[in-house]
């Protein structure tokens, strides 16, 4: 969907440094498997949810809190 034109964007998190990393990174590659936002989001949500455990929220726009 992105693809080339990711940009990972992150403005205020309780995160880890790690954790941010991880995000950026599997963002970018949902961005390139996945050719919506729904999918690219699902992706995301149940990447963390196997990695960190608990259940996890993700939201996905091309204009999310601008």
Do not use: P
């Not at 990711?6 to 995160?15: D, E, H, N, W």
């Not at 990695?51 to 091309?62: D, L, P, S």
Request: with cysteine; hydrophobic share 40%; glycine share 4%.
């Amino acid at each position: 969907m992105m693809g080339s034109e990711f940009k990972a964007v992150i403005s205020q998190t309780t995160m880890s440094d790690s954790m941010q990393q991880m995000a950026a990174e599997v963002s970018a590659d949902a961005s390139v498997r996945f050719n919506t936002l729904v999918s690219i989001s699902k992706f995301i949500k149940e990447t963390f949810e196997k990695h960190y455990g608990n259940i996890w929220q993700c939201v996905v726009g091309k204009q999310f809190a601008r």
